[in-house]
Every structure is written in C-alpha cells, then in structure tokens.
C-alpha cells in the first residue's frame, strides 16, 4: 500500500489537531454550532486514510486478506473509534450546543466520520482503476 496514503493521514491529523485547538481556543465550537461537523469530517478521512494504509500493509504481506477486507475493516475501525470518541465526550460531559440535540449529533458525527473514511476508499478505488485503465 502506497506511503502517501500515511503521509496524506500525518498531514490531515495535522490539520485537525490544528483545527480543534483554533475551536478551543477560540470557542468556535460554542459560537459556530456546525464546526463540529467539518472536524468530525476531517478525522474520518485522517482515520480512514490511516487504516486502509494500515490494512493494505497487512494485505501486502498476506496475500488472502482481500481488498473487501481492508475496505471492512477500515470502516469498521473508523466507526469504533467514532463512537468512542462520542462516548469520551459524554464521560466527560463535553458541551453540545447544537441546534439537533444530543442524540442526532452524535449520530451526525458518527456518520460524518464514516463518510471522511468512504472518501478516501472511494478516491483510492477511482486511482486504482484509473491506473488498471478500466475508464
């Protein structure tokens, strides 16, 4: 699996960490309800540029773990570390002042972080058969 998928992970974790300590600082999350979502966005692409670096390491030197393995368990670890972080928020009674409630929001971000994660599989797939030369 290709080095600049780990670069592009580094860079965007990066830039969120950059993002969120604006958002502290600055109360952005207090003052712009949606920031939230952005940053939720950009973790699942760190995230999911990370994991599929990671499982396409694995399927690299394991030969019958398939694409469709690496796809899965991409999302899957996005997903488990977007609900962890929404439990962490809530253990440590993190504000949430959006206008959709508790319960949507953290629906909203957990979906938003899986999307991050289809981006980068599906820019991943369009390279992949753009190389193939199947377009």
């Known amino acids: 699996m290709s080095r600049r998928l ?3 992970s580094l860079l965007l974790s990066i830039l969120l960490w950059l993002m969120n300590e604006a ?3 600055y109360s952005l ?3 712009w309800w949606w920031f939230d979502s952005p940053v939720h966005f ?3 692409l760190a995230l999911g540029a990370f994991f599929f670096w990671f499982f396409g390491r694995v399927r690299d030197h394991m030969p019958s773990f398939s694409l469709t393995a690496v796809i ?5 670890m ?6 962890a972080w929404e439990i962490f928020e809530y253990a440590f009674h993190i504000p949430n002042n959006t206008p959709l409630g508790y ?3 953290t629906l909203k971000d957990i979906i938003l972080d899986v999307c991050g994660a289809a981006v980068v ?3 991943y797939m369009c390279q992949r058969v753009k190389i193939l030369g199947t377009v």
């Open 121 to 123: 599989v599906w820019l």
């Open 103 to 105: 319960s949507l929001d």
């Open 23 to 25: 958002a502290y600082r």
């Open 72 to 76: 899965g368990y991409t999302f899957a």
């Open 29 to 31: 999350f207090g003052i």
């Open 78 to 83: 996005v997903l488990i570390v977007g609900i």
């Open 6 to 8: 780990l670069i592009l």
């Open 42 to 44: 950009l973790g699942g």
